[in-house]
Nanobody, 116 residues
Framework: QVQLVESGGGLVQPGGSLRLSCATS????????MGWYRQAPGKQRELVAD???????TYADSVKGRFTISRDNAKNTLYLQMNSLKPEDTAVYYC??????????WGQGTQVTVSS
């Protein structure tokens, strides 16, 4: 059974940093394209950043230069380093893994709150 478990969320002041982790199990992580999504109250879920099997990355314009996505295939773990956090970054952050269009998995989400 494929499982994705996020951790690292919490409450942080504007300008602060957090590092999210997504631990995967039950599958060959290295074959998956991975991504981080977020959903704020009353808004649709949106892509924050993704990373291919080969390590190529893309970012939403709103987080470019502040967030960094990375993966450690030896640890079966996906990361999101978030710096210079803003109140508008407040959301539930979800980890996503896709082997193909028919095999897509989601974590349960971790809350990130940016507030003074």
């Amino acid at each position: 059974q494929v499982q994705l478990v996020e951790s690292g969320g919490g409450l942080v002041q504007p300008g602060g940093s957090l590092r999210l982790s997504c631990a995967t199990s039950g599958t060959n992580f290295m074959f998956y394209a991975m991504g981080w999504y977020r959903q704020a109250p009353g808004k649709q879920r949106e892509l924050v950043a993704d990373i291919t099997r080969g390590g190529s990355t893309t970012y939403a314009d709103s987080v470019k230069g502040r967030f960094t996505i990375s993966r450690d295939n030896a640890k079966n773990t996906l990361y999101l380093q978030m710096n210079s956090l803003k109140p508008e970054d407040t959301a539930v952050y979800y980890c996503n893994g896709a082997l193909s269009t028919n095999y897509v998995y989601w974590g349960q989400g971790t809350q990130v709150t940016v507030s003074s």
